[in-house]
T-cell receptor, first 115, second 111 residues
Framework: GAGVSQTPSNKVTEKGKYVELRCDPISGHTALYWYRQSLGQGPEFLIYFQGTGAADDSGLPNDRFFAVRPEGSVSTLKIQRTERGDSAVYLC?????????????FGPGTRLLVL | RKEVEQDPGPFNVPEGATVAFNCTYSNSASQSFFWYRQDCRKEPKLLMSVYSSGNEDGRFTAQLNRASQYISLLIRDSKLSDSATYLCVVTLTWGYQKVTFGTGTKLQVIP
């Protein structure tokens, strides 16, 4: 079946602009995660959704970052007033539920470059 | 101290060699452990879970040592296709699976 999809695959923007990154999880998966991966680093947790609610947003670096999942499926990560330091690959993952042994399936990521 | 630490490598090994990676974690309450594989410019994919009793999947063996707080991955008879970054993943369950990734260990298998 279809895996996790993310759009756009690449995004180039200018410092100060607003961007939206979209994640379409595997159908039926209730848990959705956003991560950020910088070059040479492992993915860094940003936010976790269970259904429509953000159960843990402790990884969001500051209030310029916000994410929604209004219908419990597709999620959008929103970054306001982008900075060059926001350049990274933004990964989305979903799992059937939030159990400890559940496998997280990752999307291909959105490569964000802020000029 | 980082929550999850890995030697970034790179580990350059000849085809057919055996190679082992370790990963240490700092939170003794960590509950689940995984190894993910990430190819260049691709997303991470689950390689295997790591259980206290150890587990094996073909050429890959994973071990967990809770007392010393580390996990290991052993790859036997390395193939060129094993070249990738191997990410150690440690989770806590706080009502959900709170995941921490290591920085990854890069493996390059050489012909």
């Amino acid at each position: 079946g279809a895996g996790v999809s993310q759009t756009p695959s690449n995004k180039v923007t200018e410092k100060g602009k607003y961007v939206e990154l979209r994640c379409d999880p595997i159908s039926g998966h209730t848990a959705l995660y956003w991560y950020r991966q910088s070059l040479g680093q492992g993915p860094e947790f940003l936010i976790y959704f269970q259904g429509t609610g953000a159960a843990d947003d402790s990884g969001l670096p500051n209030d310029r970052f916000f994410a929604v999942r209004p219908e419990g499926s597709v999620s959008t990560l929103k970054i306001q007033r982008t900075e060059r330091g926001d350049s990274a690959v933004y990964l989305c993952a979903s799992s059937l539920n939030a159990g400890a042994q559940e496998t997280q399936y990752f999307g291909p990521g959105t490569r964000l470059l802020v000029l | 101290r980082k929550e999850v630490e890995q030697d970034p490598g790179p580990f350059n090994v000849p085809e057919g060699a055996t190679v082992a990676f370790n990963c240490t974690y700092s939170n003794s309450a960590s509950q689940s452990f995984f190894w993910y594989r990430q190819d260049c410019r691709k997303e991470p994919k689950l390689l295997m879970s790591v259980y206290s009793s150890g587990n094996e999947d073909g050429r890959f063996t994973a071990q967990l040592n809770r007392a010393s707080q580390y996990i290991s991955l052993l790859i036997r008879d390395s193939k060129l296709s094993d070249s990738a970054t191997y990410l150690c993943v440690v989770t806590l369950t706080w009502g959900y699976q709170k995941v921490t990734f290591g920085t990854g260990t890069k493996l390059q298998v050489i012909p």
